[in-house]
């Protein structure tokens, strides 16, 4: 009598819950997702469920097989209820994209796998115990299905989508980042002359390789047409994703408006007002709301006024009344029709004619009872149901624990990929994660170093089956590489077993086969067989070459000559290195006598009168620096002792060096180039430097009086 009670409820409860669209009746009882009735005494069940889902519940109900609480997460499309053990297995090809089928017809992730890899295949060899796990596709654009069956990182600059070449040997790019283009080794460049990309960031690719004719922009972008090579224009917020350039107007029009906004009689998106979702604008471009959000109901004034607390969807009936037609989650109908707060861990409820609350759905970790309350699972369980003698029964399982025989969950190797309690409920490992495999106790075993995968003998030994990427396999089943220096590409093994290289990266020499470090801080050396030293040809950055040991050549960390140097050179004689140039800057002052820079950003003493100078030597006596030459473009002014702008102070460029004429604003020139005459003219006897003309072709000087006038030529 008490099972049929706990069986009434339960259908009763579970019919509550289900809709009656795409159903069949089976002798009055209404039954979701059947497509065939039984027959005989058991006519009012279902004996066909539709394709992705299964029988439940004495063949009562027909529930999706990922069902949340009775279900397989991952599995949906085709699966089964075993009577015997009443558990849910998936059938083949039954998981979804994502996961992958185990033997046992359960569906895992498989990200738990691979964490990029979102479709893959799963196969067990029954005699080896193993195994083999091979990633079809990855999560991210960004990873790559590598030739193990793995999802690696696409290492290509500035590449969104990378795949491998026809010989796998290296990844290609398939799509750039907005603005780059792939080049004819599978790399992405820049394209030339792009007149939007430094403007613009909104724009996704090149049409053609280094040539633009046209540019494609991401959603809520349109080009300006009225200026092709100025920013791109973004849509207005009232239409964030929806608008064109209207040429006739020279701006942006909104195709379609966002919710809350509508069309006006100019055609304008405008905000339809408070709570509204959308509207028409009459002539005035008065609005008028149609509908309303979410949580509002539309009055007979076509004004949106707020749902009754608890309330997520109502709408205004008939005598002004205002009904609620859906119930906010942890709220349920009660008598009156009114949304009330559920109790306890109620999702969803009810309440009867006295008032009195009834769970309908429970959350995760929780169990509904024949009583209609919700209870908690036991530890590890995430969905569980209640028999018809009231015992907790737990259907699905946390990560890192399996269901045993008693439905209890019991927790797994930490390395295990699947697995299964025997008669005593112990937990017994069928497969492991990568670089690991099944032990004699059936727990999970780790492989030798550098191997992906590999078995174990009947005397205990380790034999390794497939080696992680950059070491290959040798014929005693141990993985071997040519050292951190040799190209994995360029690895082999002779017939004894040992690792081979034929070409080695930078900052290594390749000898017999193995690749020989060079010395710190060198970039690229030789070796002496006769001495076993290797010597250096290039140094890397921050190091120079060490000219005193002359036999073998050696990096030196670079000499503290300060950061002002551009160039340096060893002296023997000092047996110093010595600054030979600075960086262009103007505060940098190269001085010829000290072999430094110096700086004179920061030298209010200096500053003042060698700006502007590029040479300049100390003068110990004095203790003061004096001018060599001036940069380009300026001249040394003797009377002042500093170097101004040529054109400033009115002097021709062929002018070498100048004075100040007395106290007047007047320089003239007292050196010219070569080539130039020297003339003086004007009442201050002004002298600047030209080149001769036709009239002075054969002077070496010219004096020229006031207005041109009385011109004297001192031939040469």
Same mark, same amino acid.
Do not use: M, W
């Given at each position: 009598m008490k099972s049929n009670l706990v069986l009434l409820l339960l259908l009763s409860l579970s019919l509550l819950s289900i809709s009656y669209q795409n159903?069949?009746?089976?002798?009055?009882?209404?039954?979701?997702?059947c497509t065939k009735c039984d027959t005989g005494e058991n006519s009012n069940k279902c004996s066909i469920c539709e394709d992705g889902?299964?029988?439940f519940f004495h063949n009562l109900l027909c529930l999706p097989c990922n069902h949340s609480e009775y279900g397989i997460s991952g599995c949906g499309k085709k699966c089964h209820l075993n009577d015997e053990s009443n558990?849910?297995?998936?059938?083949?090809?039954?998981?979804?994209?994502?996961y992958y089928r185990t033997n046992k017809g359960k569906c895992i992730e498989c990200s738990s796998y691979d964490p990029h890899c979102s479709k893959c295949s799963y196969e067990i060899n029954e005699n080896e115990n193993e195994v083999n796990f091979k990633c079809l596709q990855c999560y991210s654009e960004e990873f790559i299905v590598d030739q193990y069956g793995k999802c690696n990182n696409c290492t290509l600059d500035n590449c969104k989508v990378c795949k491998f070449n026809e010989d796998r040997t290296r990844p290609i790019c398939e799509e750039c980042s907005e603005g780059l283009k792939i080049n004819i080794n599978g790399e992405c460049d820049y394209c030339q002359d792009y007149p939007h990309y430094e403007q613009n960031k909104n724009c996704l690719k090149c049409d053609k390789i280094y040539e633009v004719i046209n540019c494609t922009c991401l959603p809520g972008f349109v080009e300006n047409q009225n200026e092709p090579n100025s920013k791109y224009l973004e849509c207005p917020s009232e239409c964030p994703n929806d608008c064109i350039y209207n040429t006739e107007i020279n701006s942006l029009t909104c195709t379609r408006c966002q919710e809350g906004y509508s069309f006006n009689s100019e055609g304008q998106c405008t905000y339809c007002g408070s709570s509204c979702a959308s509207c028409e604008f009459n002539k005035d471009n008065n609005p008028t709301c149609l509908k309303c959000l979410n949580e509002y109901y539309l009055n007979e004034n076509n004004e949106c006024l707020p749902c009754d607390f608890g309330c997520v969807s109502c709408e205004f009936g008939e005598d002004n009344n205002v009904i609620c037609l859906k119930c906010s989650e942890n709220y349920g109908f009660n008598t009156q029709n009114k949304c009330e707060s559920c109790q306890g861990e109620c999702l969803s409820c009810e309440f009867d004619e006295n008032n009195e609350m009834s769970c309908l759905t429970c959350p995760e970790s929780y169990a509904l009872t024949p009583d209609k309350t919700c209870t908690p699972c036991e530890d590890n369980c995430l969905n569980c149901q209640i028999d018809e003698k009231g015992n907790s029964l737990c259907l699905n399982c946390s990560e890192g624990y399996i269901l045993s025989q008693n439905k209890k969950c019991i927790s797994c190797d930490p390395y295990c990929m699947s697995c299964e309690s025997d008669e005593n409920d112990n937990p017994i490992c069928s497969s492991c994660f990568t670089g690991y495999t099944v032990g004699a106790k059936k727990n999970c075993v780790q492989c030798e170093e550098n191997c992906e995968?590999?078995?174990?003998?009947?005397?205990?030994?380790f034999g390794c089956l497939r080696c992680q990427y950059g070491y290959f396999l040798s014929s005693n089943k141990s993985c071997l590489n040519c050292?951190?220096?040799?190209?994995?590409? %360029? !690895?082999?093994?002779? &017939? +004894?077993?040992?690792? #081979?290289?034929?070409?080695?990266?930078?900052?290594?020499?390749?000898?017999n086969g193995k690749c020989i470090e060079c010395p710190e801080g060198c970039s690229e050396c030789t070796y002496d067989e006769s001495s076993g030293n290797t010597q250096c040809i290039e140094c890397s950055n921050s190091y120079v070459l060490n000219p005193k040991n002359n036999e073998y050549l050696l990096c030196s960390s670079l000499p503290e000559i300060g950061e002002e140097c551009f160039s340096f050179d060893y002296n023997n004689t000092s047996e110093k290195y010595e600054c030979? %140039? !600075?960086?262009?800057? &103007? +505060?940098?002052?190269? #001085?010829?006598?000290?072999?430094?820079?110096?700086?004179?950003?920061n030298d209010e003493e200096n500053l003042g009168y060698l700006m502007g100078c590029e040479f300049a030597t100390f003068d110990e006596?004095?203790?003061?620096?004096?001018?060599?030459?001036?940069?380009?473009g300026l001249i040394f002014i003797q009377n002042e002792n500093i170097c101004r702008d040529i054109y400033d102070i009115g002097l021709d460029f062929s002018c070498l060096e100048a004075e100040k004429i007395g106290s007047s604003e007047e320089y003239s020139c007292i050196k010219c180039s070569e080539g130039t005459i020297r003339v003086t003219y004007g009442p201050l006897g002004k002298v600047n430097c030209i080149f001769p003309s036709d009239?002075?072709?054969?002077?070496?000087?010219?004096?020229?009086?006031?207005?041109?006038k009385n011109q004297k030529c001192k031939k040469i």
């Open positions: 159903s069949i009746e089976c002798d009055g009882n209404i039954i979701e997702q889902t299964f029988p558990q849910i297995y998936c059938e083949e090809d039954g998981c979804i994209d994502g995968k590999c078995e174990i003998d009947e005397k205990g030994n050292g951190p220096y040799c190209n994995s590409k %360029s !690895c082999t093994i002779d &017939i +004894n077993n040992n690792p #081979i290289c034929s070409l080695c990266f930078l900052e290594a020499v390749l000898y030979l %140039s !600075c960086e262009t800057n &103007i +505060n940098f002052i190269y #001085i010829n006598n000290t072999h430094k820079c110096l700086d004179i950003s006596k004095e203790n003061k620096y004096q001018y060599t030459q001036c940069r380009h009239n002075f072709i054969l002077c070496s000087e010219v004096t020229i009086g006031d207005n041109g």
